[in-house]
C-alpha cells in the first residue's frame, strides 16, 4: 500500500468513528491516532483503559466500555 493510500485510510477512520470514540472514551479520537501507524492500541491502553495482566484488553473494554467499545476499537486497528 502506498503512503498516501495509508494516510487517506487513517483519516477516514478518523473522519468515520470520531463521533463515537469521543463519547464512548471521553476523549478525541485524534488523541491516539497518528497519520501514517494509524491507531496506537499500546497508547489507548495504557492511558484509557489500563488492562490488567490476567485480563484481556477486549475483555476490559467490554467490561468498562460495552460491546459498541470493542467493535470501535477492532474498525480502528
Not at 473522519?15 to 497519520?35: C, D, N, W
Not at 489500563?50 to 473494554?61: D, G, L, V
Request: with cysteine; proline share 3%; glycine share 4%.
Amino acid at each position: 500500500m502506498k503512503l498516501y493510500q495509508i494516510v487517506n485510510k487513517n483519516k477516514k477512520l478518523v473522519v468515520r468513528y470520531a463521533k463515537s470514540f469521543q463519547e464512548l472514551f471521553g476523549v478525541p479520537i485524534q488523541t491516539f491516532m497518528h497519520p501514517l501507524i494509524g491507531f496506537d492500541i499500546v497508547s489507548f491502553d495504557s492511558q484509557i483503559i489500563r488492562s490488567k495482566k490476567k485480563e484481556s484488553m477486549r475483555e476490559c473494554i467490554k467490561r468498562k466500555y460495552g460491546i459498541a467499545a470493542v467493535k470501535l476499537i477492532e474498525h480502528l486497528i
